[in-house]
Nanobody
């Protein structure tokens, strides 16, 4: 019922930057929060950053001062600006949305994007 389309992943050298985008579409009544997670090989999926409908943001300690999350409510889009990238930032990055959906009686649901690979070389 809700689809997420991600873009912006790729290969970058250490110290470089990437900007990830994620747009939600479908049966959306309202979006409560959007965020980014990542999962490296052999490791658990972890929260990178999220942003609520009120604009409050949250970051993992490992990315504070380097990553910035933002949103465009009119476009149902969330962005992740990643600066000063490090090799240990290498992971598959997943967009997630906490949305109120449903055709008759709205209900809360969480949807996930397909994931986009970010690789940072030394």
């Amino acid at each position: 019922q809700v689809q997420l389309v991600e873009s912006g992943g790729g290969l970058v050298q250490a110290g470089g930057s990437l900007r990830l985008s994620c747009t939600a579409s479908g049966m959306i009544v309202s979006i409560k929060a959007m965020g980014w997670y990542r999962q490296a090989p052999g490791k658990l999926r972890e929260l990178v950053a999220d942003i609520t409908s009120s604009g409050a943001t949250n970051y993992a300690d490992s990315v504070k001062a380097r990553f910035t999350i933002s949103r465009d409510n009119a476009k149902n889009t969330v962005y992740l600006q990643m600066n000063s990238l490090k090799p240990d930032d290498t992971a598959v990055y997943y967009c997630s949305v906490d949305v109120l959906t449903g055709p008759v009686i709205p209900y809360s649901a969480q949807s996930w994007g397909q994931g986009t690979q970010v690789t940072v070389s030394s």
